[in-house]
């Protein structure tokens, strides 16, 4: 539950641009909400098959990327870009550029997008993308489970990257390749990968996003997605600030909180200038992230302390109204919140 989930190389520099294209993958909604969802591309005419027999149509290559491991603000998200097998390194290498998002400017990745989701382009006629976006709130609800039911981050990336899949392949996808930026090790990656897809080639690799321009291009769906849920979480949290405010509250100074990562001071900033002492913050935040759990376990927050569960409790429901002794006074204390006691002959 510490910050072991971040890896700077992955921290972009920048934080989301003003007008960073908002693409229909954007939920506003549920992103508002806090909630986790999923969004499909329509798959292209040319590649559309029999949804009962995908085999009867274009082989395609399938790329698997994420953005937002590693922040503490907002949401990971995963994507998914298929494409035909033929198609792959020079549509998207050679005539559109895609690398790793993170290497490509916040203004080069959005026209990627933009360019993908615009119909009549060659990209859009050719190519099909999911993602799946994980909020900060489920994120860090799994992550805090009780013991022995605790849902990590990983397990929480591998399952999503199934889920995708499999909704690319229901929808009729000939999918036959699959290429993957790993987490964690590849060979047990993959090999939990080819248990769920056995008829499908799959290669999982570091840097992937990199090596492969199908998994270059999910990487820039997923991030072009995260930055542009930032700026919508941003606005809500901004428009609910300056409510507060008018009503009364002193929020002081209206702070960006920069990239989201714990590494960017500007985040740091923010979540200490917003914190409430009981409540933390909103759905924008991953609570079980070090970050946060150090600031409302410090003096700025209210401790709390929950009694033990008692399983060795043998304690029958007619015990708790039984007449004599310490239950009279027992009785006597929840008749001032619950009304008159009752003994065993009421019952």
């Known amino acids: 539950m510490e910050?072991?989930?971040?890896?700077?190389?992955?921290?972009?520099?920048?934080?989301?641009?003003?007008?960073?294209?908002?693409?229909p993958s954007i939920h506003r909604d549920e992103t508002i909400r806090g909630d986790s969802y999923t969004h499909f591309s329509p798959v292209p005419p040319s590649l559309a098959a029999n949804e009962s027999d995908p085999s009867t149509g274009v082989p395609c290559v399938l790329g698997v990327d994420e953005a937002g491991r590693g922040p503490v603000l907002g949401p990971m998200v995963y994507g998914v870009?298929?494409?035909?097998?033929?198609?792959?390194?020079?549509?998207?290498?050679?005539?559109?550029?895609?690398?790793?998002?993170?290497?490509?400017?916040?203004?080069v990745r959005s026209s990627l997008m933009e360019t993908l989701c615009t119909a009549d382009t060659d990209l859009h006629s050719t190519c099909g993308w999911a993602i799946s976006s994980l909020s900060a709130r489920d994120i860090a609800a799994n992550m805090m489970r009780p013991a022995g039911a605790t849902y990590n981050l990983n397990a929480q990336a591998m399952d999503a990257t199934a889920v995708l899949i499999q909704g690319v392949m229901a929808r009729g996808v000939n999918v036959r390749e699959i290429y993957v930026d790993t987490i964690g090790q590849p060979a047990a990656y993959q090999k939990r990968l080819e248990r769920i897809f056995p008829t499908v080639s799959i290669t999982v690799a570091k840097k992937a996003d990199s090596l492969y321009p199908c998994v270059s291009a999910a990487s820039v769906c997923a991030k072009v997605t995260r930055d542009a849920a930032l700026e919508v979480l941003y606005e809500a949290w901004a428009r609910n600030s300056a409510g507060e405010s008018a009503e009364g509250g002193d929020r002081g100074e209206t702070l960006s909180w920069g990239s989201g990562y714990p590494s960017d001071a500007r985040c740091v900033a923010w979540l200490r200038q917003n914190m409430h002492p009981l409540f933390g913050w909103g759905p924008e935040c991953r609570f079980s992230w070090g970050t946060a759990k150090d600031m409302l376990e410090t003096k700025d927050g209210i401790k709390v302390e929950w009694p033990a569960d008692d399983d060795e409790s043998t304690s029958r429901l007619t015990d708790f109204f039984a007449a004599g002794g310490d239950r009279e006074k027992d009785a006597d204390e929840l008749g001032t919140w619950f009304g008159t006691p009752a003994g065993l002959e009421a019952f």
Not at 81 to 107: G, N, W
Request: no cysteine; charged share 20%.
């Open 81 to 107: 870009f298929y494409l035909p097998i033929p198609q792959s390194e020079p549509l998207l290498k050679s005539t559109h550029h895609f690398d790793d998002s993170k290497v490509l400017t916040p203004a």
């Open 3 to 23: 910050d072991t989930q971040m890896d700077d190389d992955n921290v972009a520099p920048e934080a989301p641009i003003a007008g960073v294209f908002v693409p």
